[in-house]
């Protein structure tokens, strides 16, 4: 319908003029009048309809400061992030993990116009790994990576050996565990027991070595020893004993000999 509005209800006495206003996606037609004292001229047609478009913001992914290190947290946690970013028309947010598409079974991502949030209910080991957004508007795009590390409790040491008695001492040599819990090992808690009552009592605290000497041991008394390895999650749940006890044997004595002499 040939239905002309009047876009600038005040004369304007340039040659520029941006009509607001106007609903995204709608054609429309604009002519101009000149205007003097003796009225209005025949107006001036551009010749084809003009196509309302959006005006476009690149996009731009405003990442928090905590997701420019490495995102960690604990086995049975919750992990949410929310990321901002911005665009116009509203931006197409994709995020991959390791180079594959999210599995969303596993992983529940949300966005909105201005944000994307990526949430896991109870993190697992399996979550852990590199996570790409990009965020796209038509032919611009932005990138961003975040690295989420999920951790455990470490196993136990593979191995406990008795390398050496003597005096009052053993000297203990272990294995790391097999299993770090996705986190580096931190330390270890060495423990001794007397073999007649089998009581644990803690000897050393967040040693950092594989092997120990453990020292002031009672003579005649037998020791088993055992050890959990230790990370930022906490100890292992198990230890790992020594097969044998160490047994403190008393130091031998010389026996004298003497010549009695008669005179």
Same mark, same amino acid.
């Given at each position: 319908?040939e239905e002309w509005i009047?876009?600038?209800?005040?004369?304007?006495d340039?040659?520029?003029?941006?009509?607001?206003g106007l609903?995204?996606?709608?054609?429309?037609?604009?002519?101009?009048k000149?205007?003097n004292a003796?009225? =209005? &001229?025949?107006?001036?047609?551009?010749?084809q309809?003009?196509? *309302?478009k959006?005006?476009?913001? #690149? %996009?731009k992914?405003?990442l928090?400061r905590?997701l420019?290190q490495?995102y960690i947290r604990k086995?049975?946690e919750a992990v949410n992030?929310?990321?901002?970013?911005?665009?116009?028309?509203r931006?197409?947010?994709?995020w991959?993990?390791?180079?594959?598409h999210?599995?969303k079974t596993?992983?529940s991502?949300r966005n909105?116009?201005?944000?994307?949030i990526?949430f896991i209910r109870k993190?697992e080991?399996?979550?852990s790994?590199?996570?790409?957004?990009?965020?796209?508007?038509?032919?611009?795009q932005?990138?961003a990576?975040?690295f989420?590390?999920?951790v455990?409790?470490?196993?136990?040491? =593979? &191995?406990?050996?008795?390398e050496?008695?003597w005096g009052e001492? *053993?000297?203990l040599?272990?294995? #790391? %565990?097999?299993?770090?819990?996705?986190a580096?090992?931190?330390?270890?808690?060495?423990?001794?027991?007397?073999?007649?009552?089998?009581?644990?009592?803690?000897?050393?605290?967040?040693?950092?070595?594989t092997?120990?000497?453990?020292?002031d041991?009672?003579?005649g008394?037998?020791?088993?020893?055992r050890?959990?390895?230790?990370n930022m999650c906490?100890?292992?749940?198990a230890?790992?004993?020594?097969?044998?006890?160490a047994?403190i044997q008393?130091?031998?004595?010389t026996?004298?000999l003497?010549?009695?002499?008669i005179?």
């Amino acid at each position: 319908a040939e239905e002309w509005i009047v876009a600038n209800p005040e004369l304007t006495d340039k040659t520029r003029f941006t009509i607001t206003g106007l609903p995204t996606g709608s054609k429309i037609f604009v002519r101009v009048k000149a205007v003097n004292a003796a009225g =209005q &001229s025949e107006p001036k047609l551009h010749p084809q309809p003009i196509l *309302v478009k959006e005006v476009i913001v #690149p %996009p731009k992914i405003r990442l928090p400061r905590h997701l420019k290190q490495t995102y960690i947290r604990k086995v049975g946690e919750a992990v949410n992030l929310v990321i901002p970013f911005q665009g116009r028309p509203r931006p197409k947010v994709s995020w991959k993990k390791n180079g594959s598409h999210v599995d969303k079974t596993q992983i529940s991502i949300r966005n909105s116009e201005c944000d994307t949030i990526l949430f896991i209910r109870k993190a697992e080991r399996i979550h852990s790994g590199k996570y790409d957004l990009k965020v796209k508007v038509e032919n611009l795009q932005d990138k961003a990576s975040i690295f989420i590390q999920i951790v455990d409790k470490p196993g136990p040491p =593979q &191995s406990v050996d008795i390398e050496e008695v003597w005096g009052e001492n *053993v000297a203990l040599e272990w294995k #790391p %565990p097999e299993d770090n819990g996705n986190a580096a090992i931190t330390g270890y808690t060495i423990q001794k027991a007397d073999k007649k009552t089998m009581e644990w009592f803690t000897v050393l605290e967040h040693y950092h070595r594989t092997s120990a000497t453990i020292s002031d041991l009672v003579i005649g008394n037998e020791y088993y020893f055992r050890i959990f390895s230790e990370n930022m999650c906490g100890l292992s749940e198990a230890a790992t004993r020594t097969v044998n006890a160490a047994l403190i044997q008393k130091e031998g004595k010389t026996n004298n000999l003497y010549f009695v002499y008669i005179f």
